[in-house]
């Protein structure tokens, strides 16, 4: 009888940690610490970075309080043309990782865009996930060539949280996470491609990929993460 009151005692505390686990190195940044989440959007009823770094005023964006991982909302891009902007440019650097929950909604369009700087030049990059090649990609152009990098194959179920991050090298590439897990099919960049501009949450640059989702806890942070981190 002692054995079965420690594991009813032990087991959400358990559970709690593994939730935890997926907000990393932003759930208390460590101020001036080497891995820290330069910026966190929590999205609650704001998109202002947590961090007080790169705010997303641009433009006013639409929240929800039904739909969130944590806190009072997320940011609501479940209808076309709904998307958040930051006021500056951000430099990323050779090494970044970029994470977010992410749940789809409408069962139309392809191609869902969740974090980008790929300008309607086509410089620079693009996390999204296209529901027509049931997967997570990153595409990486340089003004004149593209390359599109991506995971296994995976279908988001309508309604479901996801915690999607990418670990990215300008050099040696891309890795993907889903959930926690390394699902990595390819990971090759196209050399060259800007890893700075102003980001944009909910849609790209040349207003084609629509989220149609909700985002909460977007994050980013100057260096590279492994499967530990992002689970």
């Known amino acids: 009888m002692r054995w079965v009151a420690i594991l009813i005692v032990m087991l959400p505390i358990w559970a709690a940690g593994q939730n935890m686990g997926r907000y990393p190195f932003a759930v208390t940044p460590t101020a001036g610490g080497s891995e820290c989440a330069t910026s966190r959007w929590e999205f609650d009823n704001s998109d202002l970075d947590e961090n007080g770094v790169n705010d997303m005023t641009i433009p006013s964006a639409v929240y929800s309080s039904s739909y969130k991982i944590s806190g009072t909302h997320s940011l609501d891009c479940s209808a076309g043309s709904r998307y958040s902007e930051t006021d500056n440019s951000i430099s990323f650097g050779s090494g970044f990782f970029i994470s977010t929950w992410f749940l789809t909604w409408a069962t139309t369009a392809s191609e869902r865009t969740l974090f980008t700087i790929l300008t309607s030049g086509e410089d620079g990059f693009d996390l999204r996930y296209d529901r027509n090649q049931t997967?997570?990609?990153?595409?990486?152009?340089?003004?004149?060539?593209?390359?599109?990098?991506?995971?296994?194959?995976?279908?988001?179920?309508?309604?479901?949280?996801?915690?999607?991050?990418?670990?990215?090298?300008?050099?040696?590439?891309?890795?993907?996470?889903?959930?926690?897990?390394?699902?990595?099919?390819?990971?090759?960049l196209q050399s060259g491609f800007s890893t700075s501009g102003k980001a944009r949450i909910g849609i790209d640059w040349n207003s084609g990929h629509m989220s149609y989702g909700f985002h909460d806890h977007t994050q980013w942070g100057p260096f590279e993460i492994d499967a530990t981190d992002a689970d």
Request: without cysteine; charged residues 10%.
């Open 135 to 188: 997967r997570i990609e990153f595409e990486t152009g340089d003004g004149a060539s593209n390359t599109v990098a991506y995971s296994t194959s995976f279908t988001a179920s309508t309604g479901t949280w996801y915690h999607i991050a990418v670990s990215v090298n300008t050099t040696s590439g891309v890795t993907f996470f889903l959930d926690g897990v390394d699902v990595t099919s390819s990971g090759s």
